[in-house]
C-alpha cells in the first residue's frame, strides 16, 4: 500500500465555497475507483483548527501503486492540474493502515509530518508507529489511522480520520472532510 497527498494553499481572500463546490460535484466521481483503499476530500480554512493557509489537499490511500499512476495518468487528474496548477504529490509507503467500519462517517483529519533522524532505528520506529495506528483506533477514537514513510526526504506521516474534532497539536495539519470516496462494497 501507499498513501499519497497533494495540497494547494489558496490565497488568504479566496472564496472557499468554491473548493466546497468542487468537493461536492467532483468528488462522488472516484467512490469504487479501482485500486483505492479511500479518498478523503480535505479543506481547511486559514485560522480554523489553526491552520495558516486556505487549502485544498486531498489524502489517498491506496491498495496498490497501480491505482495511483491511473488515477495521476487519468482525465481527473489533469482536470485538477487544469484548474489549480501542477502539485507536488508526496507519497508514503504505509506501514500500518486501520480502517473502521465507521470510516464513512469522517467528518475531519487530522495530518501530522515528522522527520526522522538519520541512522535512526527505523524497525523500532515502524513498530511503534504501527501500534499507535492500531491504537488510535482501538481506544483514541479515530476512524481510520495510516502511518507510513518516505525513504527520499526521510519524513514519516501519521493521518487519521475522525467523526468530531480532536485536541490539536502544534505541528499538526487539521482539516474538514468534505467527502469520502471508497471501495466499491
Known amino acids: 500500500m501507499i498513501t499519497m497527498q497533494y495540497s494547494f494553499a489558496l490565497p488568504a481572500d479566496y472564496d472557499m465555497s468554491v473548493i466546497d463546490r468542487r468537493i ?12 483505492l483503499g479511500f479518498k478523503a476530500y480535505l479543506s481547511a480554512r486559514k485560522g480554523e483548527f489553526g491552520s495558516h493557509d486556505n487549502l485544498y489537499a486531498p489524502f489517498y490511500l491506496w491498495q496498490r501503486p497501480q491505482g495511483a499512476s491511473d488515477f495521476l495518468c487519468g482525465p481527473g487528474f489533469e482536470t485538477l492540474t487544469g484548474a489549480f496548477g501542477w502539485p507536488q504529490v508526496r507519497t508514503w509507503i ?16 487530522t ?3 515528522l522527520q526522522t533522524q538519520p541512522y535512526a532505528p527505523l524497525g523500532d520506529i515502524r513498530r ?3 501500534a499507535a495506528a492500531e491504537a488510535d483506533l482501538t481506544t483514541g477514537g479515530a476512524l481510520a489511522s495510516v502511518s507510513g514513510f518516505e525513504p527520499t526526504s526521510w519524513t514519516r506521516v501519521r ?11 502544534e505541528h499538526t495539519q ?5 467527502h ?3 471501495p466499491q462494497p
Not at 27 to 35: A, E, H, I, R, S
Not at 94 to 109: H, N, Y
Not at 159 to 169: A, D, M
Open 24 to 35: 461536492r460535484d467532483k468528488g462522488p466521481l472516484l467512490d469504487g475507483f479501482p485500486n
Open 159 to 169: 493521518f487519521r480520520l475522525w467523526r468530531e474534532i480532536p485536541e490539536i497539536g
Open 180 to 182: 469520502l470516496s471508497l
Open 94 to 109: 504505509v506501514w500500518q493502515a486501520e480502517i473502521s467500519r465507521d470510516i464513512a462517517s469522517a467528518r475531519f483529519a
Open 111 to 113: 495530518r501530522d509530518i
Open 128 to 130: 511503534a508507529e504501527s
Open 174 to 178: 487539521a482539516y474538514r472532510v468534505g
